[in-house]
């Protein structure tokens, strides 16, 4: 493994903590922000975050000696083959022939990048990125988050962005910025080097959006983005039902604060809650697109309950579980310290089952979580199938100081089943994003049938 203990576990959270940047940078909608936004937080991250965390475990590294062009590109086919869960998609000896006179004429490592770009599009693997620090692109935010897979439904604003400003709303449906169609994810996901497209720097988005059969124009301005700026995004919680069969909702927003801040927030509002006890929890994952998943266990562990939940399988068999015991998370019987609360552990009054809310945009650690509650007796999840990226992120450096990242692990549940796609749904109920988080949310309004034919939620 390229992540090895312990100082891998400082690694890891590393990338995780990196993950979540990624996936904050969804709000920033279409293909050419997300290119901007995502390169210019990945350069300044993996300088600052990256290297930072290496040197927990090592002095830092000397300036790398670029390999001999040829030998570069073969160093990363070697590692992608070992390495990569998705290696299998790939005819090695045809990409090797097909990329072979590109090859022997580079002149530079960064000739070889369409080479090893090639690659990694025929993994077919969403978590598969090719990272070159010495990128300087520039950096917008909109401030909307639209859902997989084809980037046009709203589904989040953030609060006091440019988008809520201009008057978005979530439910919104995009039929063109700046006089093209929005492009799906599956392109608007690549960025420069593996993505060549020119990119769009102009300050404001013309977005054409069809709402209650209307066809309106909102412009959104497109805000350069600061070093720094990193908003908390509070956990959103309210009780459903009446006081006699009252249900606990809580909406796990992207993990953000403090390591501390946010399990703790998510526990203050179950104890709230809970205060005449609830018959039952749900938990909306619709909008959790990464994070960081040990925080997301610890917050929630109380209802997920103890012992093992599941863990990473590698490629060559190995398994590592994800355990709660005590009010404490574990990594292959390694403490994660995400799990710390500030103040007391929640301890609920009664067990009592769970309904998990899932979407396209429920991806990352937000799958993760879902994983971790498979195979308990009293779950049931509502909504359309999950993104399909519940893997763990493996990463290496190649010798001219880029870096590649690749899923370098499937998920598994306490029961074994191995996740490596979209996971579907036990009931499958279309959101009206329109009406996301109401009483009129048919998402919500099916999970409330089925907690309430629960024996804990009878009259």
């Known amino acids: 493994m390229p992540v090895p203990h312990p100082s891998r576990l400082g690694m890891h959270h590393c990338i995780q903590y990196l993950r979540s940047f990624v996936r904050r940078c969804l709000l920033c909608h279409n293909r050419k922000e997300n290119q901007m936004k995502l390169q210019h937080l990945f350069v300044f991250f993996l300088t600052l975050i990256v290297s930072a965390c290496t040197a927990i475990a090592s002095p830092p590294d000397p300036t790398p000696i670029p390999l001999p062009p040829a030998q570069h590109v073969e160093s990363a086919f070697q590692w992608l083959e070992t390495h990569a869960m998705m290696k299998d998609n790939v005819d090695w000896i045809a990409l090797r022939a097909e990329t072979a006179d590109l090859v022997a004429g580079a002149q530079t490592t960064a000739d070889t990048y369409?080479?090893?770009?090639?690659?990694?599009?025929?993994?077919?693997?969403?978590?598969?990125?090719?990272?070159?620090?010495?990128?300087?692109?520039?950096?917008?935010?909109?401030?909307?988050?639209?859902?997989?897979?084809?980037?046009?439904?709203?589904?989040?604003?953030?609060?006091?962005?440019?988008?809520?400003?201009?008057?978005?709303?979530?439910?919104?449906?995009?039929e063109q910025v700046n006089g093209q169609p929005p492009v799906p994810y599956e392109e608007a996901d690549a960025f420069p080097p593996c993505n060549e497209k020119e990119m769009d720097t102009s300050t404001e988005e013309q977005l054409i959006i069809q709402r209650d059969g209307q066809l309106l124009q909102i412009n959104v301005a497109r805000n350069k983005?600061?070093?720094?700026?990193?908003?908390?995004?509070?956990?959103?919680?309210?009780?459903?039902?009446?006081?006699?069969?009252?249900v606990g909702y809580i909406e796990l927003t992207l993990e953000s604060?403090?390591?501390?801040?946010?399990?703790?927030?998510?526990?203050?509002?179950?104890?709230?809650?809970?205060?005449?006890?609830?018959?039952?929890?749900?938990?909306?994952?619709?909008?959790?697109?990464?994070?960081?998943?040990?925080?997301?266990?610890?917050?929630?562990g109380p209802v997920l309950g103890e012992g093992d939940l599941g863990g990473?399988?590698?490629?060559?068999?190995?398994?590592?579980?994800?355990?709660?015991?005590?009010?404490?998370?574990?990594?292959?019987?390694?403490?994660?310290?995400?799990?710390?609360?500030?103040?007391?552990?929640?301890?609920?009054?009664?067990?009592?089952?769970?309904?998990?809310?899932?979407?396209?945009?429920?991806?990352?650690?937000?799958?993760?979580?879902?994983?971790?509650f498979q195979g308990r007796a009293d779950i049931r999840s509502f909504g359309e199938p999950t993104r399909g990226l519940p893997t763990l992120i493996t990463h290496t450096?190649?010798?001219?100081g880029s870096k590649l990242l690749v899923s370098g692990a499937f998920s598994f549940d306490r029961n074994g089943t191995v996740y490596n796609g979209p996971i579907p749904p036990d009931v499958f109920v279309e959101t009206d994003w329109s009406k996301f988080g109401t009483e009129q949310d048919p998402v919500i309004l099916a999970a409330m049938d089925w907690l309430y034919s629960q024996s804990t939620c009878l009259p």
């Open 114 to 174: 369409p080479a090893i770009c090639q690659a990694l599009k025929e993994l077919k693997d969403g978590n598969a990125w090719l990272l070159v620090p010495s990128l300087e692109i520039p950096n917008f935010y909109t401030g909307y988050q639209t859902l997989y897979p084809e980037n046009q439904v709203v589904i989040r604003i953030e609060p006091d962005s440019p988008a809520e400003k201009a008057g978005l709303q979530v439910g919104d449906r995009i």
């Open 257 to 300: 604060g403090s390591h501390l801040q946010y399990p703790t927030d998510v526990q203050k509002l179950m104890r709230n809650m809970d205060r005449t006890p609830v018959c039952g929890w749900m938990l909306d994952l619709r909008r959790t697109p990464g994070g960081d998943v040990w925080s997301y266990i610890a917050a929630v």
């Open 397 to 400: 450096d190649l010798s001219d």
């Open 312 to 372: 990473f399988q590698y490629s060559d068999g190995r398994q590592e579980a994800w355990t709660y015991r005590n009010g404490e998370v574990f990594w292959n019987n390694e403490y994660r310290y995400e799990s710390e609360i500030d103040g007391s552990v929640y301890k609920p009054k009664r067990v009592t089952p769970v309904a998990l809310l899932v979407s396209p945009a429920t991806q990352a650690a937000g799958e993760l979580l879902l994983i971790a």
């Open 225 to 246: 983005i600061t070093a720094g700026r990193d908003p908390y995004n509070p956990p959103v919680g309210r009780r459903l039902g009446g006081d006699e069969r009252g």
